[in-house]
């Protein structure tokens, strides 16, 4: 991989953290807010439904999650099972395109059902 | 504190084995006393490295209790209260013989960070002025005092993990050079750190800023080359 293209990788990591560590709170703080005052399922998708800003709240965490998990795996690959292939880095790609297809449809059940 | 020192010492190549020596402990006793001792009254075929014995060639290092560190400015009351002293060469080294390693692997990476210089001005023109409280002169000062010991890049587990890896000291040389206003190797150097072997490998865990017997901080200087990729990579200069 040539070097500006490591950059690149770099910068999505780090960019992708940035949004995650906001995302990962204010995740962890609604689940808190909802098991606290015994929210039900029809109950939290009566404030999720057609809600914009949920939804792209949970869009850009989806987003977040399958740009950084597959280039934190990459390193993890190369480093701990000495897997440096390109193969490797296809696999990871294709990985990440299916977080972000499952994670969209998730995010489109609580908005539109 | 105890008469003898109970010294486990490790003599072989890559295989070998730890043997054990009991050692006269004195006051203000270094780890390189110790190592000397043995040398010369117990097991004249151990192999070390030494030369200025006070902390400025870098050669003595060696990993004492598990550590890596200067021998010669280890006190062994600070590092072995109980009198036990484990010596082995230093990690993510190959071993010569007994405590020497084979420091190519680690001066190779300088050369591959380009951390050398690469000057702006040939011998007739003027010497530059370089103003001492510049940013990128104190930048460069922060990590010019390295003596390229190794003890960084014994510490770092990302050469452990990765063989490639530049390691600390590589980087560091090559960000002082990146502030030093008479450089011209800037873009080429930037492109020679950057990725899965350069300064986006370091994963901050600082084993080497906490190691460093200079006090410098390897760890700033990666983040400072990780800085000047990006902007280099914004300004379309990678």
């Known amino acids: 991989m040539n070097p500006r293209a490591q950059v690149q990788l770099w910068a999505a990591k780090r960019i992708s953290a940035a949004v995650l560590a906001l995302c990962v709170t204010v995740h962890l703080a609604t689940m808190i807010y909802a098991v606290r005052h015994g929210l039900s399922a029809t109950a939290i998708l009566d404030r999720t439904q057609g809600n914009w800003v949920w939804a792209g709240f949970y869009l850009l965490f989806v987003l977040a999650v399958s740009v950084h998990a597959p280039i934190g795996l990459r390193t993890i690959c190369g480093e701990w099972l000495g897997f440096n292939s390109r193969a490797v880095d296809v696999v990871l790609a294709a990985m990440g395109i299916a977080l972000a297809a499952v994670g969209l449809r998730a995010v489109w059940a609580v908005f539109a059902s | 504190m105890t008469d003898k020192i109970d010294v486990t010492v490790w003599r072989g190549t890559e295989q070998g084995e730890f043997s054990h020596y009991s050692v006269p402990r004195l006051p203000s006793q270094t780890v390189l006393d ?9 097991e004249p075929s151990l192999a070390y490295r030494f030369a200025c014995r006070v902390g400025m060639c870098g050669s003595c290092a060696m990993t004492v209790n ?7 400015r280890t006190h062994v009351e600070k590092v072995a209260p109980h009198g036990v002293l484990e010596i082995a060469p230093l990690a993510n080294l190959p071993v010569i013989r007994d405590l020497v390693c084979d420091m190519r692997s680690f001066f190779d990476k300088w050369v591959r960070a380009k951390g050398y210089f690469h000057p702006t001005a040939t011998r007739t023109d003027p010497i ?5 409280v510049t940013p990128a002169r104190r930048a460069a000062d922060a ?4 003596i390229g010991c190794a003890v960084c890049y014994a510490s770092c587990d990302v050469v452990a993990w990765n063989a490639d890896y530049l390691g600390p000291a590589a980087l560091n040389r090559a960000w002082t050079l990146m502030n030093d206003e008479r450089d011209s190797g800037g873009d080429v150097r930037l492109a020679a750190v950057s990725g899965d072997a350069g300064c986006h490998a370091c994963h901050t865990q600082m084993s080497c800023t906490e190691r460093c017997p200079k006090k410098i901080a390897p760890t700033a200087a990666i983040a400072g080359l990780k800085r000047a990729t990006l902007v280099a990579l914004l300004a379309g200069r990678l």
Do not use: D, N
């Not at chain 2, 598990?66 to 010669?72: D, I, K, L, N, Q």
């Not at chain 2, 530059?128 to 001492?132: A, F, Q, T």
């Not at chain 2, 990590?143 to 390295?146: F, L, P, Q, V």
């Open chain 2, 34 to 42: 110790v190592v000397t001792y043995i040398q010369r009254r117990l």
């Open chain 2, 128 to 132: 530059v002025r370089v103003h001492p």
């Open chain 2, 143 to 146: 990590g010019i005092e390295c």
């Open chain 2, 66 to 72: 598990g550590v890596a560190r200067w021998t010669c």
